[in-house]
């Protein structure tokens, strides 16, 4: 049950009805909530449920027994059994095959031929694991370091690992931020709910008519046959696929922050108009922002953070990218695509004077834009790698991004070959990008909100049907498959 | 302020309604407001309580392929006993469809001494169709299926997308049992769904076309009243040979009889190499499915099952794989092509015209008495 799709659309109906009419009741909203995220997963896989539920009953355990022990070595031991237990689940569905193919082919190039033969196991990655294994961490982690007390009960902690807007793919919630939120008896709020649903629906514009057109379109047949759309064509491909993956992501985000305001809930923002960036350190505090917070919080601020040189701060640096790469996905051009970013951002922090958001704010219009465009370019560079490794059939990883920078130092002359649809749709997220954000969500919501009852139900009418027709193929988002 | 006084729940439940009112709109043939003429005639059959010998299931090729009328006179002359023969074959359903309808008639009806089924273009190769819910028979299908067995009624992407995943450790049948759950419930949340989308798609069509494709336009020849009469006037329906359907489909079979000359057509052998409307698959999974429950429903009722050849004009013969398939499931009556593959035997491809459906009814009469 995709978002992008008419059953969430009645499925949602049904948990926002449902959740507000048992609202005075804690344990029945709640357990509201849960049941109805339980089905939510449950329509990808049934029997991924009992993988969560193995996550959530390990990490209620583990958190309390490590605030309840007054033992370092017993609490230590309890951390290290979440991590063992959700890093080692994540670790078997979605890297096994890939580090068992790698020990394979190093030990066939060691001329140890017997160990060589290795057939990749039938691993069905389920959904939404890497987002749920993180936030699960990061509950034990936070109790660990006396930053967290464990939660009230263990339908608080369930819904806190399952909750449906944001399960599958995101935004990364913290257990601190979520978990006071199901203390307070919610209250009604027309308005924020108003803006909740405004979101979902910018949400679904953005899947439906511009990130699933520009996939279509222009993307994927510039990936699939770089050859036959020459240098032009390949650069404009490759800017459509960092629109896309922009676009899709923020959708789903979008749609999980508002469903959840619906709710009474707040999650946290995962975008923040990314091509606005002047340099890759700031992209990345505005690019997946749970993410990255996350590993800023949980891998590189334990490893030290920028304390200790130059030397320590690069090594640090990169191995939190690499582990950013590799959360992404089992191959190397996520690897490479997340060092990419690791030596950019070194060589921007290292080298280039460090400005304030003032400072940066005060620089003329051409500096700006063209630190804008400089930074972009990098980050379409990356993408090359990233987006080859993403398709699931014709998958050419690092060859395939060669190929395209072959294209692209050689293929001048040759014609782009562009769908015109979707050059448009490109051309129209480029413009919804830099328009100023209060356009759309703060003058574009008090529209939506003074409207009639009966005309938001008109548009939202209008809504499902061209969400139905035309998402009929019912392209997933992208991030499911991390 | 209280929840239900909220202006977001106004517009949560108007838009419920609304939903509910553009699938009435956009559903009404398929529930029963206003009809297609050959679906209202299968309906009026189906509520006849009075029981029958035979069935006939399939495709429009069935609709337009046999004619009871004939089918129970020739039966009677040969048995000297009365038949009473039904052919329900709607207008561009898949197999699916007929099994549908036979169970439907098992629930309020003695079981038929035999059910005929097509097998052909239509029904070998047509799938999981995507517009389910326009050939159910009533409202009370779409509840029904929710309820009972949605997981047929899926397309065919949703069925590669359950299959991808096959449960090998269920303890109990407990995680089988979870993912048919979650399916019904999506099944049922989709329903709504479906009014604003055949509004949309309507509205795209009427611009694209210009009015003159509308989503799910009833075609003059299959209004209810067209059918009326005709049933009245013949005892049948069907696209009268000077219709401009009719006289399209007759130019369709001048040229293909131009193409493949008689005699090179009754004595065309299968070929698997050769391209035709068999090249790829002979059989689609959802066909052999539905062909594998109708057996089990005429073995748990001790009907006898028969399969009809409907060919295309001069087209291609059975594959071996789908006469063997049929031979092991039931009867495969295959009608003699050197009558079929004359130019006056069919009304366009797909179709016989009356001299075909005459003589294709007066066969399966003679196949179905001789070992009754």
């Known amino acids: 049950m995709s978002f992008n799709s008419t059953e969430f659309v009645f499925f949602f109906l049904a948990a926002f009805y449902g959740y507000w009419l048992l609202s005075r009741w804690r344990a029945a909203r709640l357990g509201w909530l849960l049941a109805g995220s339980c089905l939510f997963y449950m329509s990808w896989n049934a029997k991924f449920i009992a993988l969560i539920a193995f996550s959530s009953v390990l990490d209620w355990v583990c958190g309390a027994r490590i605030a309840a022990s007054d033992s370092p070595r017993a609490r230590k031991a309890w951390l290290a059994l979440s991590l063992a237990g959700n890093l080692g689940l994540l670790g078997f569905f979605k890297y096994f095959n890939f580090f068992a193919e790698n020990v394979a082919a190093a030990c066939s190039r060691l001329g140890l031929e017997t160990l060589a033969e290795f057939t990749p196991w039938e691993i069905v990655l389920p959904a939404g694991i890497s987002f749920y294994t993180f936030q699960t961490l990061s509950y034990t982690i936070d109790i660990y370091r006396g930053e967290l007390r464990p939660a009230r009960s263990f339908l608080d902690f369930a819904l806190f690992v399952s909750f449906f807007p944001q399960l599958v793919a995101g935004p990364i919630v913290r257990a601190a931020d979520f978990l006071p939120q199901l203390d307070e008896r919610p209250r009604f709020d027309d308005a924020r709910v108003s803006g909740g649903v405004f979101l979902m629906l910018c949400g679904l514009a953005k899947k439906v008519l511009l990130a699933d057109t520009i996939g279509l379109e222009l993307v994927d047949p510039v990936f699939d046959a770089p050859l036959e759309h020459g240098a032009v064509g390949v650069l404009l491909g490759v800017w459509a696929a960092l629109f896309q993956f922009y676009l899709d992501f923020s959708a789903y985000s979008d749609i999980a922050i508002g469903a959840a305001a619906c709710l009474g809930f707040t999650l946290p923002q995962n975008f923040d108009r990314p091509f606005l960036a002047q340099s890759i350190s700031e992209f990345w505090r505005r690019w997946h922002i749970s993410l990255s917070t996350w590993f800023r919080d949980y891998v590189f601020v334990p490893l030290g953070g920028r304390g200790g040189g130059q030397l320590a701060f690069f090594r640090k640096l990169m191995l939190t990218m690499f582990l950013t790469g590799l959360w992404h996905g089992a191959g190397w051009n996520y690897v490479l695509w997340g060092l990419m970013h690791g030596v950019f951002t070194f060589v921007g922090v290292a080298w280039g004077k460090q400005r304030t958001k003032t400072e940066l704010a005060a620089r003329p219009v051409w500096e700006r834009a063209a630190r804008r465009v400089w930074v972009f370019q990098l980050v379409a560079l990356s993408m090359l790698f990233f987006r080859n490794g993403t398709v699931a059939e014709g998958n050419r990883g690092i060859e395939g991004a060669l190929e395209m920078l072959q294209v692209l130092a050689t293929h001048w002359s040759s014609a782009a070959n562009l769908s015109s649809l979707g050059l448009a749709a490109l051309a129209a997220a480029a413009l919804i990008h830099f328009t100023p954000r209060e356009w759309i969500h703060v003058r574009g919501a008090g529209v939506w909100r003074g409207a009639p009852a009966f005309a938001q139900a008109c548009v939202l009418v209008g809504a499902t049907g061209v969400l139905a027709a035309l998402s009929y193929a019912k392209a997933p988002f992208i991030y499911f498959q991390f | 302020m209280s929840f239900l006084n909220s202006k977001s729940a106004r517009a949560g439940l108007l838009y419920i309604a609304l939903c509910a009112l553009a699938f009435a709109w956009t559903q009404r043939e398929q529930l029963g407001l206003i009809t297609d003429g050959r679906d209202a005639t299968i309906r009026e059959l189906m509520r006849d309580p009075a029981p029958a010998d035979v069935l006939f299931l399939g495709s429009s090729a069935t609709a337009r392929g046999v004619i009871p009328a004939e089918f129970e006179e020739r039966a009677r002359e040969l048995s000297g006993q009365p038949w009473r023969a039904l052919n329900l074959a709607p207008f561009g359903a898949g197999r699916h469809i007929g099994f549908l309808e036979l169970e439907r008639w098992l629930e309020a009806h003695a079981p038929p001494r035999a059910v005929v089924v097509e097998v052909g273009v239509t029904s070998d190769l047509v799938g999981y169709m995507h517009q389910m819910l326009p050939r159910f028979m009533d409202a009370s299908d779409c509840v029904r299926v929710v309820r009972e067995r949605p997981h047929r009624f899926r397309d065919a992407r949703e069925m590669s997308r359950r299959l991808r995943s096959p449960v090998r450790f269920d303890p109990w049948g407990a995680f089988a049992a979870l993912d048919r759950v979650a399916m019904h419930l999506e099944l049922a949340l989709e329903v709504l769904g479906r009014g604003p989308e055949d509004l949309v798609r309507a509205a795209f069509n009427f611009a694209c076309n210009g009015g003159e494709s509308l989503y799910y336009k009833p075609d003059d020849s299959t209004l209810r009243s067209t059918v009326q009469a005709q049933v009245a006037e013949r005892g049948y329906c069907r696209i009268g040979p000077e219709s401009p359907e009719g006289l399209a489909g007759k130019q369709l079979v001048l040229g293909r009889a131009a193409k493949t000359p008689y005699e090179e057509a009754v004595a065309l052998a299968w070929n698997p190499d050769s391209a035709d409307e068999f090249a790829d698959e002979s059989i689609s999974r959802a066909a052999r499915l539905y062909a594998?429950?109708?057996?089990?429903?005429?073995?748990?009722?001790?009907?006898?099952?028969?399969?009809?050849?409907?060919?295309?004009?001069?087209?291609?013969?059975?594959?071996?794989?789908?006469?063997?398939?049929?031979?092991?499931?039931?009867?495969?009556?295959?009608?003699?092509?050197?009558?079929?593959?004359?130019?006056?035997?069919?009304?366009?491809?797909?179709?016989?015209?009356?001299e075909g459906a005459t003589h294709l009814s007066r066969f399966v009469a003679e196949r179905l008495t001789a070992r009754d």
């Open chain 2, 292 to 354: 594998r429950q109708m057996r089990r429903l005429a073995e748990r009722h001790g009907m006898r099952l028969c399969f009809l050849e409907l060919p295309n004009f001069r087209g291609r013969p059975l594959s071996p794989a789908q006469v063997a398939f049929y031979r092991e499931l039931g009867e495969l009556l295959e009608p003699d092509k050197a009558v079929l593959y004359r130019e006056e035997s069919f009304q366009d491809l797909g179709h016989l015209s009356v």
